[in-house]
DNA sequence: CTGTTAGCGCGTTCAT
DNA sequence: ATGAACGCGCTAACAG
C-alpha cells in the first residue's frame, strides 16, 4: 500500500502526476480518454489519494472534532450516530474524542484534535466545559456547544427552548384537571437544570397555577426514588408530578410502585428529554422530548457555518432547538373515578383510553 | 494559525527545525537548556505540530476507524464511548463513521477511510456486513468484526460467547422450578440470533429439559408482544420465557401486562444483552448482559495487535468476551403460592424477596 | 489539453 | 549537541 500513490498511477497512465491530479479532482481541460485511463488504474490497483499530503498543501482537512461527555454518550448517543451520519453525507471526516472527567487531562484531549487541524469541533455535554473552548477559540478554531440562556454566546451555540415543551407538558396536565403540580429539579450547580426549572415555574405562573412544589434532585434515578417518598408524605399530595430529567421520573415509577401509588391513576408523571428508556418503562413515560438528532444538525451546521470555505456564513443567531411533549401513558385525568364514569374527551385522551385495560383495585 | 510552523519555533528558540523536532519529540542528545526553550516558545504561540505533516513523512497515522451500524450506535453507546476513551489513553485518533443502510454506499465511507490512510478499521454490527470488510482486506487494513461462530476468522476477530451467560439463565430458572421454558429468537436470517438459539437449545438439553418451545421473533419489542400473546394461549403456558434480545423481552412485559399476566409471579422473562433500557423497565430486567466495554476493549487490542508498531503481535486468537446473568427483579420461582409459604431460597433469592412487596390480587 | 516545478510541515539522514 | 538538506504525496501556478 505505501508504495503505491499518485506517481504510480500516472506511470501506469503514461500522464503526469499533474494530469491525475485533475482527473482525480474533476478539475476542467482534461480529455475524457485521459480520464478514462487514469480511473481504469486507480481501480486497477487500488490506489487512494493521501488525505494527509492533500490537506497539507490545501491548509484545511475538512474534519470536524466531535467531543463528547459520558452522559451524552450514554444517553443521547442518536447525537453522535446523527453527526456521524452529517459527517458522511457532507463528506467530513469526524474525530470522536471523550471528554476526561478529570479536567487535567483536557489539554491532552484538545491537544489531539489541534494537532489534526480539526476545522471545527462540537463539545458536547450538559456541563458547560469552559475551560474547554477557550484552548480552541485561542486558535481560532470554531467551537460550539450547547447552551441554554444566551450565556456568553461567544461562538456559535446551540440553545435548547425547554419552555416550549415545558409549556405542553404544564397545560397537558391542567387539562387533564391537576392543580397540584410537582417538580423534581436536577442539580443545584446546573444552567441546564435551573433553565428546566425556571421554564416550570414561568409557565406555571403563566396559567395562574401555585409552582411552590419543588423538590431537590441530581437528575438520578436514586433522586426520583427519594422525592417520591417525599412526595408521598404530602398532604394533601400532588397529583403530577413532573422531573427535570427522564430517569428521575423512572426513579419516581419505581419507587412509586413499592408505595402501592399506582401511575397513571393517583399520580401523573412527566419526564424530561425522552431518553431511550423512557419508551420502555411500564407505563410507558409521557415526555418532554428534545430531538437528539435536532442537536447533532444544528452543531454540525453551525460548524459548516463557521468555515470559511463552506460555510453559508449565514446570520450568526444561535441555534435554537424546540422542545415538544410527547404523550405516552403515564399521565391520566386528575381523578379517574371522573374519568372512568364520565368518559370526559380532553388533550391527550389517547391516555385516558389506555387506562382502562388497567387495573386499579389494589391502591392504598 | 496557518502561518505558526515548526519554522516559526526554530526562529523564535534560535535554533534550527530539527533540534526542535528533536526536543518535541523527546528524542536524544538535546541539550536541557535547548529543550527548556523550545517548550516555552511553544506554550508562548501555542503551537502544535501538523499530524499530516508528520503522518506524511512517517508513513503512519495512529488512527483507527470506527464503523458502527445505527443499531449498535443506539443501544450499545458505550462501545463508542468505551472505543474512544481507549483511543485518548493509547493516542489513538479514532476517526467514526456509520454504516450506510444501503450498501451501495460502503464504497464512500470506506473511500474517506482509506484515504485517512487507517492503521485498522473495527467494524461493529450486528449483520455481518462482509463486503465492507474485503474493500480494507485488499488494500492490507486490519480490520476485526463481531463474530459468533469461529466463522472465516481471516483477520482477527471478536467472539462473543453466549452459551456461558444463556446457560447461567437456564440454570438460573431450573432452580427456581420451571420446567417449560420457552425462547422467542431472533430473525432467522441473523447469525448472532441463531447462536444464540442454539445456545439456548445445547443447555436446555444439558439439563434434560425440553427445548421444542421456540417461537419467532425478530429483536424487536413489537415481536415480544406478539410472543407473548401466542404464549399466553399454550396450555399448560410456559412460566418462563428467555428473549433473544432485551427488547423482545420489554415487549413480553408490555403484552403480558395488557393480558394481567403478573411478572414475575406467572411468567419469569429474561432478555440479552443488557441495553441500557433493561435496568429501567418495571420489574427491572434479569438478562444475560455482554459488556459493551469488553467489546470495544476487545475491538481496539486487536486493532492494536495487529499494528506493526504497536502490536504484541501476541497469538492471533479471537478476543473471546463472555457472558453474564444479571439477575434483577422479572424473575421468581415457578409457583409462588409455594414461594410465598415456605419461603424458599435459592440462587436469585432477592430476586423473591423483592415480590413480597408486590400486589398479586388481580391475576386472571 | 498536458507537463514541470515549487512548496505544504515535518522527521530523518548526514554532516559538523 | 546542533544544523542543512532531502523527501513523504499531493495541489496549484505556470509553461508549453
Redesign the pocket.
Known sequence: L??I???EVAKRAK?????V??A??GKP???N??IRRVWRVIEEIGYY??TH??T???GHSRTFGLMVSSTIARFYPEVLQGFADLGAEYNYDILLSPIPKDANRFGLVVRRLMERRVGGVAILSFAREKSLATIFERSNVPVIEIVTESSKASASTIKIDYEHGIRQAVQHLAALGHLRIAFIAGPANSKIASARKHAFRKCMREIALPSKLILEGDHTLESGITAMSTLARLTPRPSAVICSHDLTAVGVMRAARDLNIDIPKHLSVVGLDDIDAAQFTTPALTTVRTSQFEIANAAFHALLNATPTDGSSSSHDPFTIKTNLVLRDSTAIASCRIAATIGVTVRGSSTIASMTNKDFSNVV
Open positions: 505505501q508504495r500513490n499518485i506517481h500522464v503526469s502526476i499533474a494530469t491530479s485533475r482525480i479532482n481541460k482534461v480529455s480518454t485521459v489519494p493521501n499530503a492533500r497539507l498543501v490545501q
